[in-house]
C-alpha cells in the first residue's frame, strides 16, 4: 500500500528518522552481542579478522548512537507549526515497514527474529 499525501513537521520527521537510526543501533549492538557469544562457544581465540569485525559492530553502533542524538537535538530547533510533504521522499524507501514508520503510521510490530518481507 504506498503511502500519499504524508504531512509532517520537520519536528517530526526527524525525531521519526532519529528513532530509526536508534533501531539500527539496538540491531548492530545485538549483531555484536550475538557475535561475541558465537566466539565465545567456540572456545577458540578470536583471530584478528574477528577482533577488527567486532571492533567495527561497535564503531558502527556508537556513530548511529551519535547520529540519532545529533537529529533529535536538532529536531527541537525546528518550528512545529509547519507541515511539509514528504510523499516523494518516503516514495525513495524500498522498506514497506520502514516506510511507514518514517510517515509516523504505527503498525503491529514483528515478533522477535521474524523476516521483513520487502
Do not use: C, W
Not at 7 to 18: T, Y
Not at 69 to 90: G, I, M
Not at 107 to 113: K, P, T, V, W, Y
Request: net charge negative; charged share 25%; glycine share 6%.
Amino acid at each position: 500500500m504506498p503511502l500519499t499525501d504524508v504531512q509532517l513537521s520537520p519536528r517530526k520527521a526527524s525525531l521519526l528518522l532519529s528513532q530509526e537510526i536508534r533501531r539500527l543501533q539496538f540491531r548492530l549492538e545485538r549483531l555484536e552481542h550475538g557475535m561475541e557469544a558465537f566466539y565465545a562457544a567456540g572456545g577458540a581465540s578470536l583471530g584478528t579478522v574477528a577482533i577488527t569485525a567486532l571492533q567495527e559492530l561497535d564503531m558502527l553502533a556508537q556513530s548511529t548512537d551519535a547520529l540519532a542524538a545529533y537529529v533529535e537535538k536538532l529536531s527541537s530547533r525546528f518550528a512545529d507549526d509547519t507541515r511539509v510533504d514528504l510523499t516523494p521522499e518516503l516514495s525513495q524507501v524500498p522498506l514497506r515497514e520502514l516506510r511507514s514508520r518514517l510517515a509516523g503510521r504505527h503498525l503491529e510490530g514483528l515478533s522477535a527474529n521474524a523476516p521483513e518481507l520487502f
